[in-house]
């Protein structure tokens, strides 16, 4: 038997993943042809019944498990399912699978079809998701239509369905770059999926429940910290990687494919929030962003969660929103992040939060950090020592960089005048509102939003915050000035 590894393409190695866990093995290396056979007879089982018959018509339409010709004619669906899901066992063709690098399969009848039309070992659209369908010569050399496959290869993308959660009418599968996650991922939704299939079959259903119902972003949120949740649970290290989900259909016309990648940064951010030192914090943001809905009624999304996928590029405004705590720009009105208050949330500003995040997604340099949290204590002993309110409302409703910077002038020259140092110098400025990692900046936003957050960190916990609630001004979301 031919020595399995994962290739790279993200379908397929969802597909191998799928197997593996259907084995409970620990790798596609450790996989046996017996391991593929159980396998394959589970699928040979379901596909050709309800739901699964249903169901794979989203992923394998027009194939001997969806054939509607077929659906008074079971005989020729068992032919296409072992031709099909058996293949691993042939004799091999002269063609090579491109995925595996072994020899294609010569299957039985040679054809992976049941009126042994289609050229040998060659797989089509209703083998593939969104492969080309038959007949169509563009993209192929020489006008060579359909993919030769390996009875491995082939197997693995019948068993991607089992590895996929079900959301709404597409698939949703999750490919990472790190075994253990990529496994976890597809364990999970198969191990839900087998669960479902014997639900529906009790109840006699003829569809598949959906796996959640949440959206595709936030499910791949859930499951994900899930598992950062049970590593740390088991003792084992961090190990950031990479995380895409593959939303999609391929189905008819309305084939589609939609990919959100969840960036390294961003996982090792998760990952690092899940320790005894965050997790409180996190969870406190985690649920303030869920989806508003009426009574009794499940949540779709969480717009935090939903929020992580426009990192790091929106790094500013994702800080402005959910570590300060300033309201949003509604979308819908089941948008929680309008409601959001500085004034009533002061509990959910944490700085060490915020710095985490500044250290795993932004990257900032640790001077520039240093500088803002000097400056955010500074702020903060100033204002409960000195109970300038007038500073803080300035500093905290400013519009634009002029009444920030008149601001801190102000407030440091009356320093100054008691004999007092200065309450920022001009490196800390420059590093805070002029430069980043040393190169010049127009974005002042972040700087001043960074400070607030520590300086009111601060205050929440000397009390001061609590005390002087009532006499802040609100807080709205506005378009701030330049």
Known sequence: M????????????????????????RHPR??????????????????????????????????GYTQPAFEKQPEKQKIYAQRVLFSFDSFPSPETDPFLGCPAAAVPYDAYDVKSKLPLGRAFRQHVPLLTGEGVINFHAYGDAGIPLSGLSMLAFQALPLGCAKVGARLLAVYSDDPHLLLHFARTFLETNKQNVQIAQTADNDELPDTSPRRPRTLLIEHLLAAEKARLEKGQEASPATVTAYYFSNYGKAAEIRI??????????????QSPKY?????????????ITQQGGEARYNRLYEDLF????????????????????????????????????????????????????????????????????????????????????????????????AALIRASQAEVRHGRPPLVNLDQFL??????EGIPSADWHLGRDLVLIHLL????QRGWLQAHAAE???????????
């Open 472 to 482: 802040l001004p609100e807080t709205e979301e506005v378009t701030e000035e330049t």
């Open 431 to 436: 590093a805070i509102f002029e430069q980043a």
């Open 457 to 460: 960190d601060q205050l929440y």
């Open 310 to 405: 426009t990192l790091p590029d929106a790094a500013p405004s994702f800080i402005r929103c959910y570590f300060l705590r300033r309201p949003g720009r509604a979308w819908d009105r089941s948008d929680p992040t309008p409601g959001y208050d500085t004034r009533r949330e002061g509990d959910l500003i944490s700085w060490p939060l915020t710095e985490l995040f500044l250290r795993k997604v932004v990257r900032m340099d640790e001077r520039r950090i240093q500088y803002i949290q000097q400056l955010g204590e500074s702020l903060a002993t100033y204002v409960v020592e000195r109970n300038d309110r007038g500073f803080f409302n300035t500093f905290w409703m400013a519009r634009n960089y002029g009444e920030v910077r």
């Open 2 to 25: 031919t020595q399995i590894d994962y290739t790279g393409h993200p379908l397929l190695d969802v597909g191998l993943a799928t197997l593996t866990a259907f084995a409970r093995k």
């Open 260 to 273: 959100f990648p969840l960036p390294l940064e961003v996982s090792a951010f998760l990952g690092s929030v």
């Open 279 to 291: 997790i409180h914090l996190w969870e406190k943001l985690v649920k303030r962003g869920w989806q």
């Open 30 to 63: 450790e996989l046996t042809e017996s391991d593929l056979r159980k396998a394959a007879e589970y699928m040979e089982k379901h596909y050709i019944a309800k739901p699964l018959r249903s169901f794979l018509t989203v992923v394998f339409p027009n194939s």
